[in-house]
């Protein structure tokens, strides 16, 4: 199993950026594929982006393409996620996740982080 723990969220003002981190122990990540997903309140958990144990392949949900990029550091364990020109809608908790095929789909990640919050203001 990989723990995995999130850090960086936080209140911004719309337009502002932000980087999450998600720190992974317990047993490496560099054979995982990474995501991150985010749920916002009273609705359900949506992809945000997913990235391949060799950082070749990369995926964004249409809302934040062109806004957010991952990336990661299999020496350090950690997976980023760079998010920039912030809108309201963004405001959700962030999750991190490892599973063994980087999908959009949330039951194909076995191991999930506490989350993260961010909250964009106007």
């Known amino acids: 199993q990989v723990r995995l723990a999130e850090s960086g969220g936080g209140l911004v003002q719309a337009g502002d950026s932000l980087r999450l981190s998600c720190a992974a122990s317990g047993r490496t990540i560099t054979y995982y594929a990474m995501a991150w997903f985010r749920q916002a309140l009273g609705k359900e958990r949506e992809f945000v982006s997913s990235i391949t144990s060799n950082s070749r392949n990369v995926a964004y949900a249409d809302a934040v393409k062109g806004r957010f990029s991952i990336f990661r550091d299999n020496a350090k364990n950690t997976v980023n996620l760079q998010m920039n020109d912030l809108k309201l809608e963004d405001t959700a908790v962030y999750y991190c996740?490892?599973?063994?095929?980087?999908?959009?789909?949330?039951?194909?990640?076995?191991?999930w982080g506490q989350g993260a919050q961010v909250t964009v203001a106007s």
């Open positions: 996740a490892a599973g063994f095929s980087a999908t959009n789909q949330p039951k194909q990640y076995k191991d």
